[in-house]
């Protein structure tokens, strides 16, 4: 075991060190396992997070129709980045080929209430860390494809923020700064930068190394920093960027989607109709249709028998807080991870002065502490519920900013309190660190079609009524979710192969030139996946 302590906490990589904790914590990973085991459904009343107050479009919170669709073509459970995508996909690839698809949205919640409503902000990729990570399990050409996935969203994301108008998502540009605590783990990422150099020349030459001096001098930092990388990386207000693609598309295809909130899936069941076979039932009753797609992150095994101990929950903490009265004004350019000998914390602060409009402005984003908590973060694995802080991590995170910065860059915390807002949110992930994405199998979803060819196959020649799943992205969903989406889109439209044309909402060629093959959802892959097996993974 401690071979793998070792590799994991030499690529900083915060839930890889979390895992290889918990596969050294005897009972606590019991009690883990006993709670990944035994999904739950999302809790009723979770901790509110600042990303949801003041919503720019509060007719979409509660959103849905007066009564339950009876049926549909598609529908897809979930409503945060996943389900954004892969309606979005689906409804602009359907114009753009002259047909028409119904589209029902199921969240068992307020619109975007689970992971992506919860999270960060960021759209980062910490290069370094990552390709070392990936090429030692991999091999140098995958890693370098999936290094490319992830560092494809930013300047995806905005131009989709562009084209569509997404402005409230506030999606930019940021410098991140990775500052490290420990000297030998900064040692380490400067050789692992190395590799990259020498690798991948291309995306090796934005990162900049600073030393202790640097750090400090020019960041703020405390003398507790030995130094750091700078690199391109982005952020985003996350819930109004979903929001207003909602927005957006309900005002585009107001005929076509339907958005159903308060509307919690308990049961899938398959009927004998060849065109809609499956059967939905909800709170609010039940919902027939061709294709069902899985985009609940954590919460999928509740409807995924095959999935049960594959994808699970590790609750993250987040709070939104008010910078000291001496901090510069970086209007929204410059995020933060500070880095130590297990994981790490991230860091972003939205654009403006603060609390200068609406109360709001300039908060930063300060999320992680996990290793803080009871049983060195293990208690945090397999927490389905969202509704509690764990007041060791809360407690930790409250202070982290005033002792990580230097007092003359601080200067004194604000006039009022220094957090305005903490939650929690469920974050899925997968027992082999890779996302599930496209056809489920009925080997995993325990529900077989027949195999008889449906009306609608025969007219559109594209795949018969089926189950599909777009998630587990292991708490880094903002370089992963949105293309992950696309790709699960155009599966189920079986347009995975057919070359792009200059689409905005997808990227140019065909999936499998930008999906990486590691993310493909197979039963082979997922009866190998084990944390039992972790250490040999790695």
């Known amino acids: 075991m401690g071979s793998v302590s070792s590799y994991l906490r030499d690529v900083y990589h915060g839930i890889g060190g979390l895992l290889a904790t918990i596969l050294e914590g005897g009972e606590s990973f019991k009690l883990a396992l006993a709670r990944i085991a035994a999904p739950r459904l999302p809790a009723p009343n979770p901790t509110t997070s600042f990303w949801q107050q003041q919503p720019p ?15 549909t073509d598609i529908v897809i459970i979930g409503s945060g980045m996943s389900g954004a995508s892969i309606a979005h996909t689906i409804l602009n690839e359907c114009r753009s080929m002259g047909i028409s698809r119904q589209v029902v949205i199921l969240e068992g919640r307020t619109t975007c209430s689970g992971a992506t409503g919860r999270n960060g902000g960021h759209i980062k990729v910490a290069p370094v860390a990552e390709y070392a990570k990936l090429k030692k399990r991999f091999g140098a050409a995958s890693a370098g494809k999936i290094l490319a996935f992830y560092m494809k969203h930013l300047p995806f994301l905005l131009q989709l923020s562009k084209y569509e108008g997404l402005e409230k998502g506030e999606a930019r540009e940021v410098k991140a700064v990775d500052a490290f605590t420990d000297p030998n783990v900064m040692r380490k990422a400067v050789e692992m930068l190395d590799v990259l150099r020498g690798d991948l020349p291309d995306i090796a030459e934005g990162i900049d190394v600073l030393d202790a001096e640097a750090i400090q001098d020019q960041f703020g930092f405390s003398s507790q920093f030995h130094g750091g990388m700078t690199y391109l990386s982005g952020a985003m207000w996350p819930y109004r960027f979903v929001t207003s693609t909602y927005a957006s598309l309900l005002a585009k295809f107001p005929s076509e989607l339907s958005i159903e909130t308060g509307t919690m899936v308990h049961e899938i069941k398959v009927t004998i109709d060849s065109d809609t076979p499956f059967l939905l039932k909800t709170s609010r009753g039940d919902i027939k249709g061709a294709h069902v797609v899985h985009a609940t992150d954590a919460f999928v095994a509740n409807l995924v028998p095959g999935l049960v101990g594959k994808v699970f929950p590790v609750r993250g903490h987040m709070s939104a807080q008010r910078p000291g009265k001496s901090f510069p004004e970086y209007n929204g350019g410059v995020s933060w991870s500070l880095v130590g000998s297990k994981g790490y914390e991230y860091i972003s602060q939205r654009p403006g002065l603060p609390d200068a409009v609406n109360g709001l402005g300039a908060e930063i984003m300060t999320g992680g502490g996990i290793f803080h908590g009871n049983g060195s973060g293990v208690d945090e694995v397999g927490q389905w519920g969202d509704d509690e802080i764990a007041h060791p991590i809360g407690s930790y995170l409250s202070g982290v900013l005033s002792v990580s910065f230097s007092s003359r860059f601080w ?32 080997s995993l979803t325990k529900r077989p079609v027949k195999t008889i060819q ?38 189920v439209l079986g347009r995975e192969n057919v070359k792009s044309e200059g689409q905005y909402w997808r990227p140019e060629g065909i999936v499998k030139d ?15 996946s084990s944390i039992y097996e972790f250490p040999k993974l790695v």
């Open 57 to 71: 479009y509060p007719e979409l919170v509660n959103i849905h129709s007066d009564q339950l669709p009876a049926s």
């Open 411 to 442: 200067g004194e915390d604000a006039d009022r309190s220094t957090v305005k807002s903490m939650w929690t949110g469920s974050m899925g992930h997968t027992a082999d660190m890779m996302p599930f994405i496209g056809r489920l199998s009925p």
């Open 514 to 528: 930008w999906l990486p093959d590691e993310f493909l959802c197979s039963p082979e892959r997922v009866s190998r």
């Open 454 to 491: 449906s009306s609608r196959e025969v007219v559109d020649k594209g795949p018969g009524p089926s189950e599909w799943i777009s998630t587990g992205f292991n708490g880094s969903g903002m370089v992963m979710t949105w293309l992950s989406g696309v790709a699960t889109g155009l599966m």
